[in-house]
C-alpha cells in the first residue's frame, strides 16, 4: 500500500517534469534549431516524406476505370445501387415536389401535380395528433406553416424528401450495426474505429470518390448523407443494449425467450429511450448535411442558404436555416412520439395501424384529393401564393448593422483578450513543440493512459501524419479544436445537468440545442465574420456552437436515466441537494458524459472544413484544396490526418476514463 | 407519413404509358436532356440560363442542374453532367486544367467576359490615404488598414488560398507594409466588406469583376504596376530586382467547359455553346438588375432574349 503510493507520487513528479520540459522546449525550439543548424527539428524535411497521395489517387482511378468483380465493373455496380436508391426517392420527390412526370429536362410533361401545400400540413398535423395529441399536432402544423408562410415551401419539400429516404435507411442499417456489435466482440472491435473514420474524415475528402462512383446528383447526396449521419445510431444502439439491467436480461431467459425474442421483445423495447437518442442524431446530422449536399446536386434549403448568404443576404439565410431547423424539429418530436405509441417494435413501422384510424385517415385523402382536384381551379391550393408570404429578412439585417456599428470596438477588445490570453499562447505552445519531441510525448501519454497497445497505434498514426508533411497542420487543428473542445465541454456539461434536474428548462434547452444543431454554421458563420472578422477566433465560435450539442444533449440523457430508486435511496440516507448531484447523479451518469465528450470531439473535428471557409491554415484547409484541385489523393490523406488525430484523442479519453470508474470503485458498465 | 405505394406505382405506370405517346420535337441529334450546371452566384445563373434558353429555341431539351463550382468536375468527367458555363481563368484554372488532361472534358473557348481582379478599397479611404489609387500611396498609410493582430502593418484581406493570385509574393516583391490575411470563401471576404462599409471602417480587400459589389458598394481597383509576362516570370523586371510578382494581377478570359461526349452527342448544341459571347458590361448591368433593383432572374433573362434575337439567332444559324 504504502510502495503504491510512493509510486503515484514519483508518477506524479515525473509527469511534471515531462510538462516543464515540453513546455522549455516549446519556447526555445526555434532559436535552439537555429545555433545547433538543425532546422529539420522544428519542420520536418520535404525529403524525408512518403508519397501516399499519389499512390491514394492512383488506386481511386483504377477502382474507377478498370475494377471489376466478374464480369461486372466496378463503377456499374455502384451505379447499379445508386439506380437503386434513386427509385424511391424520385417517387417520394414527385408526390411532394417535382410532380409525377415523365420526359427529361425541358420535355417533361407532368401528369400530377405535386401534392397541396394544405394537404401536407394536414397530414403531418394528423400525424402528430395520432402519435401523441393535440399539442404536438399544433406543433408540427405550425412548424410546417412556416415553411409556406415564409417561402420555403418548394426546396424544404426536395429537402424532406431526401430525409424521407436517408433517415429510415440510416436508422435501420445502424440498428442491426448496433445490435451486431453488441453480441459479436470482434465486430465491435472491427467497426469501431469504422466508425470513428466515418463520422470524422471530412466529408469534403470522399466526395469526389463518391461522386464519380455513384454518379453527380441527389444519389450522391443521399449517400454521403447516409456515411456521415449513422455512426451514433450505431454506438448508441451498442451502448444501450449493454446498459440494460441485468436482471431484465435475466427475466427474459428465466421466461424461456430464444436469443430472437430476447433481444426484440425484452431488449430493444427496455432500451428504447436510449435508440431514440440515435434516431434523434440520425434525424440532425442528416439535416446538418443538407449544404454539403446541396453542393452536389440535391438542392432545397441548403442551396437557397448558400446562395443568399452568398449575396449577403443574412436575414433570408437566416430564415432558410430555421426552416432547416423547423423541420428538424418537427420531423424529430413525431419520431419520438410515434415510438412511444407503436406497439411494434421496430422503429420506423409506426406508422403500421394507421389504416385502423379510419377518421384521421379520412380526413387526410379528402385533403389530398381535394387539393389534386380544387388546384386545378384554385391555384392557391396548389402552390402557396407568393403574396401571402412574410419575411423578416430586413429585421435581420438591420440587428446585425445595429450591433455592428455600436458596439464593434468593445467586441474586439474581448475577442483581443481571450485571443492573446487563452488561445494564442497554447497556440504557440502546441506549434512549438519540435516534433521528435511531439511524437515521444504522444507514445508517453497513451501508455501512461492505457498501456502499450494503444501507445504503439499512436505512434504509428502520428507518424503517418508526420510523413506525410502534415505535422503543423495538425497542430494547428489540435489547437484550434482543443480549444473549442474545451469551452463546449464547460458550457455545455453544467448545461446538460440543470437541464436534466428542471424540467421546463430542459425542455428550452431541447429544442435550444437542436436549433444550434441543425441550424446550418453557414447562417451564423456569416454574421460572426462581420463582427469578428476572419480568423482563428470566428473559426472558434463556429465549432464551439456546433460542438456543444452532444455535450449537453448526452449529459442530460445520462443524469436523466439515474434510477429514481438510486436517488430515494440518497435522499433516505440523507443526502442534500449538492450530495445527490456529485455522489450519485454525476458517477452514474458518467459513461454517457464521456460519450457525450467523446462526441463533442467528434463534431468539432467534422467542423474543421467549415474552419477553412473562414480562413484557418489547418487540416481542414488541406482537403478543402484538395477538393478544388480535385486531388483525391490528397484529400483523403488529408482526411485520414484528421480522423487519426480524433482516434488517439477518443481511446485517450476512453482509458483515462475506465480509470477514473475503476478509482471511484463503480466497475462494471463501461463507457464503450 | 404513410404513403400508399402501391397506388402511387399504379398511378405512375399509367402515366408513364401516357407520356410515351406525347410527341417531342425531333430535328435535333438528341432528345436527351443537355445538363447545364447551375451555380450560387448571379452572373452564373444568367449566363447558364441565357445558354439554356437558345439551346431551347434550337430545340434542344435541357435541364438545370444545381453543382458546386469545383465539385462539377467529377460529374463532367462522367457524363453526368454537361455544360459549365463559366470557368474563370483566375480561380478554376487548376481543375479545369486536371480535368481537360483526362481527355473527358473539353474547354469550348471564352465566354467574351473578362475576370478582374485585384486589391480594392472604398471611395471613403481616398480622404483618409491621399495619393490613391497609386500602390505607393496605399502603402504609404498602411497604419490606416492595421488592426490589432496585424499593427504596425496594414491588414489585406486576400482571396482563399486556392485562389492563388500571389498576394504573399506581391506584398514582399514590393516591399509593402502590409500583412495578407486569407479569407476562406468570398462570402466571408464580402462579409467584412459590408462590415466595414457599414462602419465607414478601413479596408483593402480583393475584389473581382464581373460581381455585384462593385455596382453595391462604391469604390476602385488600386493602381499596381501593370501586369506582364515578363513580371511574373523574370526577377529583374519592375522595381524589385531580385522577386518576380512585382506587378499586379492578370486579366483572364471566363472560359466555357463541357463533357467530351457533347461534340459527338449533340453537334448542333456544341456549336451554339461554341459560339456563345457575352461581354462585361451587359453582364454587370444584368447582375445589378436582380441583386440591386430585385428584379426576378427570369425577367432579366427574358429581357435579353428579346433584345439581342438577332445575335443567338446567329448563333443558331
Known amino acids: 500500500m504504502i510502495h503504491g503510493r510512493l509510486d503515484a507520487g514519483l508518477y506524479r513528479w515525473l509527469w511534471l517534469c515531462l510538462l516543464l520540459i515540453t513546455l522549455v522546449l516549446s519556447n526555445t525550439s526555434r532559436s535552439m534549431a537555429r545555433a545547433l543548424d538543425a532546422r529539420w527539428l522544428i519542420k520536418y524535411p520535404g525529403a524525408w516524406r512518403v508519397d501516399m497521395k499519389s499512390g491514394i489517387s492512383r488506386f481511386m482511378q483504377w477502382l474507377i476505370d478498370d475494377a471489376s468483380l466478374g464480369p461486372v465493373a466496378f463503377s456499374q455496380l455502384t451505379r447499379g445501387i445508386a439506380w437503386i436508391i434513386e427509385q424511391p426517392y424520385q417517387l417520394v420527390l414527385g408526390f411532394l415536389s417535382s410532380g409525377l412526370v415523365t420526359g427529361q429536362g425541358s420535355n417533361a410533361v407532368q401528369h400530377l401535380p405535386p401534392v397541396s401545400w394544405l394537404a401536407v400540413i394536414v397530414a403531418v398535423a394528423v400525424l402528430g395528433h395520432y402519435a401523441r395529441n393535440l399539442w404536438l399536432a399544433l406543433l408540427v402544423g405550425v412548424a410546417f406553416s412556416y415553411l409556406a408562410v415564409f417561402g420555403q415551401w418548394d426546396s424544404a419539400m426536395v429537402t424532406l424528401a431526401s430525409i424521407i429516404i436517408a433517415v429510415p435507411f440510416g436508422v435501420i442499417v445502424g440498428l442491426l450495426l448496433g445490435i451486431g456489435m453488441y453480441r459479436h466482440a470482434w465486430f465491435d472491435r472491427l467497426l469501431s474505429p469504422l466508425l470513428d473514420l466515418m463520422q470524422t474524415i471530412p466529408v469534403f475528402a470522399y466526395l469526389v470518390p463518391i461522386l464519380v462512383l455513384f454518379g453527380f446528383g441527389p444519389v450522391s447526396a443521399l449517400i454521403a448523407t447516409i456515411i456521415y449521419a449513422m455512426p451514433p445510431m450505431v454506438r448508441v444502439t451498442a451502448l444501450s443494449l449493454r446498459g440494460v439491467d441485468p436482471e431484465t436480461r435475466e427475466l427474459g431467459i428465466m421466461t424461456g425467450c430464444t436469443s430472437h425474442q430476447l433481444l426484440w421483445r425484452v431488449l430493444i423495447p427496455v432500451a428504447r429511450p436510449g435508440l431514440m437518442v440515435g434516431v434523434n442524431q440520425v434525424i440532425m446530422l442528416s439535416l446538418n448535411m443538407v449544404i454539403i449536399a446541396s453542393m452536389i446536386g440535391a438542392g432545397g434549403l441548403g442551396y437557397d442558404v448558400l446562395t443568399s448568404l452568398r449575396q449577403l443576404k443574412i436575414g433570408l439565410g437566416i430564415e432558410t436555416g430555421v426552416a432547416i431547423v423547423v423541420l428538424a424539429v418537427a420531423l424529430d418530436r413525431l419520431s419520438q412520439a410515434l415510438s412511444e405509441r407503436s406497439d411494434a417494435v421496430l422503429i420506423g413501422r409506426g406508422g403500421r395501424s394507421l389504416w385502423r384510424q379510419?377518421?384521421?385517415?379520412?380526413?387526410v385523402l379528402l385533403t389530398l384529393v381535394c387539393g389534386w382536384l380544387l388546384g386545378y381551379g384554385i391555384p392557391a391550393l396548389r402552390d402557396y401564393p407568393p403574396q401571402w408570404q412574410v419575411s423578416t429578412g430586413l429585421f435581420w439585417e438591420e440587428l446585425v448593422r445595429t450591433i455592428n456599428v455600436n458596439y464593434f470596438d468593445e467586441l474586439e477588445v474581448i475577442k483581443t483578450h481571450i485571443l492573446t490570453l487563452f488561445m494564442l499562447p497554447i497556440k504557440r505552445f502546441l506549434l512549438g513543440?519540435?516534433?521528435?519531441?511531439?511524437?515521444?510525448?504522444?507514445?508517453?501519454?497513451?501508455?501512461?493512459f492505457a498501456g502499450w497497445r494503444l501507445a504503439l497505434m499512436s505512434l504509428l498514426l502520428s507518424v503517418f501524419i508526420l510523413v506525410n508533411g502534415l505535422w503543423e497542420d495538425a497542430m494547428t487543428t489540435l489547437y484550434l479544436c482543443g480549444v473549442s473542445v474545451i469551452i463546449a465541454c464547460l458550457l455545455g456539461i453544467p448545461l446538460g445537468i440543470f437541464a436534466a434536474l428542471n424540467k421546463p428548462l430542459g425542455r428550452a434547452v431541447s429544442v435550444f440545442i437542436d436549433t444550434l444543431q441543425t441550424l446550418p454554421s453557414f447562417v451564423y458563420l456569416i454574421p460572426v465574420v462581420m463582427l469578428f472578422r476572419v480568423g482563428d477566433f470566428t473559426a472558434m465560435i463556429a465549432v464551439v456552437l456546433y460542438a456543444l450539442a452532444p455535450a449537453v444533449r448526452y449529459a442530460m440523457y445520462g443524469v436523466q436515466r439515474v434510477e429514481p430508486q438510486l436517488i430515494e435511496a440518497g435522499i433516505v440516507s440523507g443526502c442534500n441537494a449538492w450530495q445527490l448531484l456529485m455522489r450519485i447523479r454525476l458517477p452514474l451518469a458518467s459513461p454517457q458524459i464521456l460519450l457525450g465528450i467523446n462526441q463533442t470531439i467528434m463534431l468539432a473535428l467534422s467542423m474543421l472544413v467549415i474552419t477553412a471557409l473562414v480562413g484557418t491554415r489547418d487540416l481542414g484547409q488541406e482537403v478543402y484544396v484538395a477538393l478544388t484541385k480535385a486531388d483525391t489523393g490528397r484529400g483523403i490523406v488529408a482526411g485520414l490526418s484528421v480522423a487519426f488525430i480524433a482516434i488517439i484523442a477518443d481511446r485517450m479519453i476512453s482509458a483515462s476514463a475506465r480509470r477514473a470508474q475503476r478509482r471511484y470503485s463503480l466497475g462494471g458498465d463501461s463507457s464503450r | 407519413m404513410r404513403i400508399p405505394w402501391r397506388e402511387l406505382t399504379l398511378a405512375g405506370t399509367v402515366a408513364l404509358s401516357l407520356g410515351a405517346m406525347t410527341q417531342v420535337r425531333a430535328e435535333v441529334e438528341s432528345q436527351d436532356p443537355i445538363k447545364l450546371t447551375l451555380h450560387d452566384w448571379t452572373g452564373q445563373l444568367i449566363t447558364t440560363n441565357i445558354m439554356a434558353e437558345v439551346l431551347k429555341k434550337a430545340g434542344y431539351n435541357v435541364e438545370l442542374v444545381q453543382a458546386d463550382y469545383l465539385a462539377q468536375?467529377?460529374?463532367?468527367?462522367?457524363?453526368?453532367?454537361?455544360?459549365?458555363?463559366?470557368?474563370?481563368?483566375?480561380?478554376?484554372?487548376?481543375?479545369?486544367?486536371?480535368?481537360?488532361?483526362?481527355?473527358?472534358?473539353?474547354?469550348?473557348?471564352?465566354?467574351?467576359?473578362?475576370?478582374?481582379?485585384?486589391?480594392?478599397?472604398?471611395?471613403?479611404?481616398?480622404?483618409?490615404c491621399p495619393g490613391l489609387p497609386d500602390w505607393q500611396a496605399l502603402n504609404d498609410c498602411a497604419e490606416e488598414f492595421s488592426t490589432p493582430e496585424t499593427a504596425p502593418n496594414g491588414r489585406y484581406l486576400g482571396g482563399p488560398v486556392t485562389w492563388g493570385g500571389f498576394d504573399d509574393e506581391r506584398v514582399e516583391a514590393l516591399e509593402m507594409d502590409f500583412e495578407v490575411v486569407h479569407a476562406g470563401t468570398d462570402a466571408a471576404l464580402f462579409a467584412e466588406l459590408e462590415s466595414a462599409y457599414q462602419r465607414q471602417a478601413p479596408i483593402v480587400l480583393w475584389i473581382y469583376q464581373p460581381h455585384w459589389a462593385p455596382a453595391k458598394y462604391e469604390g476602385e481597383f488600386v493602381e499596381f504596376p501593370a501586369y506582364s509576362a515578363e513580371c511574373y516570370n523574370d526577377p529583374a523586371w519592375g522595381s524589385n530586382p531580385s522577386m518576380a510578382y512585382d506587378c499586379g494581377k492578370p486579366r483572364g478570359p471566363i472560359w466555357k467547359v463541357a463533357w467530351s461526349g457533347v461534340r459527338d452527342k449533340w453537334p448542333g448544341a456544341h456549336a451554339i455553346i461554341d459560339s456563345f459571347r457575352v461581354n462585361n458590361d451587359e453582364m454587370g448591368a444584368m447582375v445589378g438588375a436582380v441583386d440591386l433593383d430585385g428584379e426576378s432572374l427570369d425577367a432579366v433573362v427574358g429581357q435579353w432574349m428579346s433584345d439581342n434575337e438577332e445575335r443567338w439567332q446567329g448563333w443558331i444559324q
Open chain 1, 358 to 363: 379510419y377518421p384521421r385517415l379520412t380526413l
Open chain 1, 433 to 448: 513543440i519540435p516534433w521528435p519531441w511531439g511524437l515521444l510525448m504522444i507514445t508517453l501519454l497513451a501508455l501512461r
Open chain 2, 73 to 128: 468536375f467529377a460529374g463532367l468527367k462522367t457524363g453526368d453532367l454537361h455544360v459549365a458555363m463559366e470557368m474563370w481563368e483566375t480561380t478554376g484554372r487548376d481543375a479545369m486544367d486536371e480535368a481537360t488532361a483526362t481527355g473527358k472534358v473539353e474547354n469550348i473557348g471564352e465566354t467574351g467576359m473578362v475576370a478582374i481582379e485585384d486589391w480594392w478599397y472604398p471611395l471613403y479611404m481616398k480622404e483618409r
